[in-house]
Nanobody, 124 residues
Framework: VQLQASGGGLVQAGGSLRLSCAHS????????IGWFRQAPGKEREGVSC????????YYRDSVKGRFTISKDNVKNTVLLQMNSVNSDNTAKYYC??????????????????WGKGTLVTVSS
């Protein structure tokens, strides 16, 4: 199983960025993929999750209406479209996979595999 996050970079506050998680080695229809982030000095937190089984999506409250998670089954990628970003969104973003999305919106119930992160820096 492999996951690789990409698409991070420097973006101005109010701008947009799209992250991509390329995945391989498992059947996405049987799993879920989540985006997590960790800001300097803070704990890792769940951002968004998409179920491969039914396509349902989940978001933490602070990103609802601004971030959109989607999947591209042809390219075996999961995207995170980030709009109207702010300084609170500065973090290293990771994608992970597990059997299902968690009861806390934006998380996985359990993450079995993690990809290397991609750094997002929002400038004011």
């Amino acid at each position: 199983v492999q996951l690789q996050a990409s698409g991070g970079g420097l973006v101005q506050a109010g701008g947009s960025l799209r992250l991509s998680c390329a995945h391989s080695g498992f059947t996405f229809d049987d799993y879920s993929i989540g985006w997590f982030r960790q800001a300097p000095g803070k704990e890792r937190e769940g951002v968004s999750c998409i179920s491969g089984i039914n396509g349902l999506t989940y978001y933490r409250d602070s990103v609802k209406g601004r971030f959109t998670i989607s999947k591209d089954n042809v390219k075996n990628t999961v995207l995170l479209q980030m709009n109207s970003v702010n300084s609170d969104n500065t973090a290293k973003y990771y994608c992970a996979t597990g059997p299902s999305c968690g009861s806390i919106p934006g998380t996985l119930y359990v993450a079995h595999y993690w990809g290397k992160g991609t750094l997002v820096t929002v400038s004011s």
